[in-house]
């Protein structure tokens, strides 16, 4: 038995002499003096990389040119000031070159000079006159050059507007102009979006909010947003807050901010009156520039003017031949009252006509889906009451249409001021009927100087051509009773039969 194991070990010892490998035979000398050199002196230099293109299994992506201000090339001219001239980031000139923002206006280059330093401003200026801008180009000047960390509710900078119009305006301008930063803007405004913009404060961290007062006092009280470390104030159309009884929010919203003297503070007002300077004197320092542009006169320059005589019966038939005739593709209609606008867009509808309306019983967010539509060319027609009268930039409207004449003079500048914008022609066609021709006057004197009124001419005069479309009246309801006070309930709830058994 012990033979066998000492077989089986033998044998097993075999088989492993077997599989192990060779050792390498030595090298003869002749390999040796084959063997190719390899001192560095004659090692040849290795083939260069191939350039990964759009062929090769993994492509390289092209690098971006880097953005200089050679790229944005503007020649100096007498009496304008160049945006270069400024000190600007890079970031904000490359946004205005983007936009096509040459030489500053009047009102950027005053007020530049001077915000740019921190110093507080008032200005006497309206929407189309570049005041949106100058605010916010200083704004993100200063942010850039001093970056701080803020916190979440706690913005670097406040900016109060009367109308949610103005709100959305400002917060799509400011966008365009810090695409190239990091910086951050939120809108708050009422009428719609109350979760989101709580849920978007509570995300991240802010730097610039953009507000009407009401909704913004709601969500400081409920602690959602602390303007107590806002470094800038901007407070913009403080005439119409004061016309529409916002001064005690704003007042109230000032009052939580840091005192006056840490703080940067910037007043804009269509008009200089007593109350508006009162307000400003107090929310500002006393080395504050005043600066007043001539929005009038501008626009009086800008804009063709014509009034035509009609009567109210006469009226709806002038303006569809004019906007017949003349095929106009972007044309605001202003009318005093809303019912006016329901039942002018309906005739124009009638008569093939692409329109919406735009006043103050439309709902937030179809007001915002048909700026969209009417800057989108989808319709022609923007019939609307003084809600747009201020806070619209739309491009390339080429006529303001009064089909009432305004009651307060000033309107009458702001509406025909939606044409003729940032130094464009514009056209502004308004109709004086019986009871409207008296206010003329009114408006020449805000204007300073006569407007010519003229008779419609014979295209305009004439016949109306039948609807296209015909007009369906709403079903009356019959045996309707009338309403007396308190709710019924609902018949389906079972609260309801109760009601009905007492009956």
Known sequence: MKQFFLFLKSLFSKKQNKQSPSAPPPASPKAEIS???????????????KEKGPGNAFPGKPKKKKWSVNDFPVEPREGETRFHDLDLPLSILHAIADLKFNYCTPIQAKLLAHTLEGKDATAKAQT?????????ISMLTTFIKNPFKNENGAPRALILAPTRELVYQIEKDFQDLAKYTNLRILSIYGGTGYNKQ??????????????TPGRLIDFMGKRLIDPSKVEIVVIDEADRMLDMGFIPDVRRIILKTPHKKKRQTLFFSATLTSDVLRLAESWTNQDTIQIEIDPEQTAADSIHQIVYITTESDKFKHVYNLINNEQLKRVILFVNRKATARILSEKLDRYGQKCSVLS???AQDKRFKVLEAFKNGRINILVATDVAARGL???????????????????????IGRTGRAGASGISISFADEDS?????????????????????????KPLPPPRKKYIAKPKIKNRKPFKGGRRPDRKHPAARTYDKRR
């Open 35 to 49: 063997k190719p050199r390899t001192d560095p002196q004659t090692v040849s230099p290795p083939e260069p990389e």
């Open 128 to 136: 189309g006159t570049g005041k949106t801008a100058s605010f916010i």
């Open 198 to 211: 709580q849920t978007q404060l509570r995300e991240k961290p802010v730097d610039v909010i953009v507000a």
């Open 360 to 362: 103050g019983d439309v």
């Open 393 to 415: 930039h739309i491009e390339n409207i080429s006529h303001v249409i009064n089909y009432d004449l305004p009651h307060e003079p000033e309107h009458y500048i702001h509406r």
């Open 437 to 461: 021709s008296f206010f003329i006057p009114q408006i020449e004197e805000v204007l300073g100087n006569k407007i010519e009124c003229e008779y419609p001419s014979e295209a305009l005069d």
